[in-house]
Structure formats: structure tokens, C-alpha cells
């Protein structure tokens, strides 16, 4: 499967806001959106007028980008979501948050959602007591998350754990640190997801 290899900072110029792909370094100075607002390239710079169909692959893009999803594997989201009860936008949404990478990012265990599928990969967690390293594995409510108990003396994870500790946990994620576990207590509702993007433009865009 493809896979993006080049810098992620350019992903966020252009997309022209925050995605969150590098963990702590979005929130300092060397962001680079707060360095250089503009567009990578030789025009970036340069004012251009954007479609409706622009904005809408914009909002796609930017939902892709957020949460580090190929296209193939996003589109096949869109089509789980239209089958759900409900708004296919927040549908499509909720999907993508109960992914185990975002969970593991979420709840402080890895600095962004790039290192947490990589964690998930080698095998450092335990949903339900079971081992899982896929990364696009889905949550559902109920299911408990844990930390491998071999990993838990790992130094690297140790590492990210301290210097996480004091990001906020979403409410419908319910952690037990000194037991390296969490709880999906339930999926989450649109006021709960964090993602910088018109989940209705992403709908348009697949409907045409």
C-alpha cells in the first residue's frame, strides 16, 4: 500500500492549518504554519481563487491527513458510514476516531497519531486482553484498552507516558493510568472530535 514518506510539516501548509502530525512541535514556535502560513512551492504564495469542488477535496484531504488514512481505506469509511443510522459526515467521523492509532494518541500513550500506529504495529497493546497490531482496528463501546505488561517497562514508552501526562483525555475515554488501561465508555459525539474540518464538504464530495 502507498504511503507517504515526505515531510509532514508540508501536509499542514497545505492544507493552511494545523494537523497535529508531529506531536509536541505543533505546539511551539517551530511549527511550521506559524514560521510559514503559506503554501509549499514555488507559488505558494501566490492568491488563488478555490472551487466549491476545491474546498470539498480540501475538507477530504484534511480529514486524510489529520488522521493518517490512505484514500482507499478513507473512501471505504465513507461507504460504512452512509450504511449507519444518523449524519453520514459525523458517522464517517466517529469512524476514524475509534481507530486504535487515534485512541493510543488520545489518551496520551504515543506524541502523535503517526507514533501511535507504529506502537499499535509492534504489538505494545491489548484490546480486551487480547494482542492487536493493526492499526485501523475499530473500537467499540465497552472494549478496554491496555499497555502490554512487557511494555510498560519499556524507557521510549515510559518516556511518552511522562510527557503526556498532563494532556486532557477526551470525556467518552475513561483511563486508568497506574493500571495502563483505558475504557471506551462511548463513541464520540461531533462536540467530542477535535479534527479541524466541515465533515459536510467530504460528504458532497463523494456524492458527486
Same mark, same amino acid.
Given at each position: ?17 494545523? %494537523? ?24 505558494? +504564495? ?32 465513507? %461507504?460504512?458510514?452512509?450504511?449507519? +443510522?444518523?449524519?453520514?459526515?459525523? *458517522? ?9 492509532? *487515534? ?15 507504529? %506502537?499499535? *504495529? #509492534?504489538? #505494545?497493546?491489548?484490546? *480486551?486482553? #487480547? ?21 510498560? +517497562? ?18 467518552? %475515554? ?25 465533515? #459536510? ?8
Amino acid at each position: 500500500m502507498a504511503r507517504y514518506t515526505g515531510a509532514v510539516c508540508k501536509l499542514c501548509r497545505r492544507e493552511g492549518k494545523k %494537523l497535529f502530525l508531529k506531536g509536541e512541535r505543533c505546539y511551539t514556535g517551530k511549527c511550521s504554519i506559524e514560521r510559514r502560513a503559506y503554501a509549499p512551492g514555488q507559488h505558494g +504564495q501566490s492568491r488563488k481563487k478555490t472551487s466549491e469542488y476545491g474546498l470539498q477535496l480540501r475538507a477530504k484531504q484534511q480529514a486524510r491527513r489529520f488522521y493518517g488514512i490512505q484514500e482507499g481505506q478513507f473512501h471505504k469509511y465513507f %461507504l460504512m458510514a452512509e450504511r449507519k +443510522q444518523g449524519i453520514t459526515g459525523e *458517522n464517517l467521523l466517529r469512524i476514524c476516531e475509534s481507530r486504535i492509532d *487515534n485512541v493510543v494518541y488520545l489518551l496520551g500513550w504515543s506524541s502523535s497519531r503517526a507514533e501511535g500506529r507504529q %506502537l499499535v *504495529n #509492534h504489538g #505494545h497493546f491489548r484490546v *480486551n486482553g #487480547h494482542k492487536v497490531d493493526i492499526a485501523s482496528y475499530l473500537l467499540k463501546a465497552g472494549d478496554v484498552v491496555s499497555i502490554k505488561e512487557k511494555s510498560r +517497562q519499556n524507557d521510549k514508552i515510559q518516556a511518552i507516558i511522562e510527557a503526556n501526562a498532563a494532556r486532557p483525555v477526551p470525556k467518552w %475515554l475513561e483511563i486508568s493510568a497506574d493500571r495502563f488501561e483505558a475504557k471506551v465508555v462511548s463513541l464520540p459525539e461531533r462536540e467530542d472530535m477535535t479534527v479541524p474540518v466541515e465533515e #459536510h464538504l467530504i460528504v458532497e464530495y463523494y456524492s458527486k
